[in-house]
């Protein structure tokens, strides 16, 4: 029985077995959301809500892998599960190869559905972590000042306080300050921290 705030985004153009499928997911203690097309579920669908969307592979309209398609191309990450009623191998690659938790045959056993669920809720957990972590280096990297930022890029670059200086047209001294206030702002001690969040955001050491 699951425990917490996790929501189940059901989409299926059969209605019996979005009735079936909500019915065993709600007893199993989730949030569902029920939607019997595509394009219903990506006009309601708000990314911020914990969950995991369970697809029903072949519908008319917007299928499961355009579905999939769609939520990359907006950046959404979103953990899904799909359903097929026959065992069509080369999609099932094409979907786990872009992220899919897992690929289930219709009728869906339930162990198996809750299991895959299971599996959902730690990669959900996992990607908001993630998305949490870099959203506050970013939050931080904004405190820099222009000058700050370009000490930063020279730094990661394994460049010396005496070598910045000298590529900025200033003295050693002064760039010690930027370079004191920059790490300071970033909350790193260390030069090897210092890369490890520079690679994180994307920035580029100075050549």
Do not use: W
């Amino acid at each position: 029985m699951h425990d917490g705030n996790f929501t189940a985004f059901l989409i299926d153009d059969d209605p019996a077995i979005l009735k079936a499928l909500s019915r065993l997911l709600r007893a199993s203690g989730y949030d569902v959301m029920p939607f019997h097309s595509s394009r219903a579920f990506l006009a309601a669908h708000d990314s911020s809500i914990p969950g995991c969307a369970i697809v029903d592979l072949a519908m008319p309209d917007i299928d499961g892998l355009q579905l999939q398609e769609a939520l990359h191309r907006e950046n959404v990450e979103r953990p899904m599960i799909f359903l097929t009623g026959n065992g069509d191998i080369p999609t099932s690659v094409r979907a786990m190869k872009a992220g899919a938790i897992d690929f289930l045959t219709k009728p869906v056993r339930q162990s198996h559905l809750l299991a895959a669920l299971t599996r959902a809720i730690e990669a959900d957990a996992q990607m908001r972590q993630e998305r949490a972590s870099l959203q506050s280096i970013n939050d931080r990297l904004s405190l820099l000042t222009r000058r700050e930022s370009e000490v930063l890029r020279y730094v990661v670059a394994g460049r010396l306080n005496k070598q910045i200086a000298g590529s900025l047209g200033t003295v050693e001294k002064t760039i010690k300050v930027h370079r004191g206030r920059m790490m300071t702002k970033l909350g790193v001690r260390c030069v090897a921290d210092l890369v490890r969040l520079a690679e994180r955001a994307g920035i580029t050491p100075q050549a």
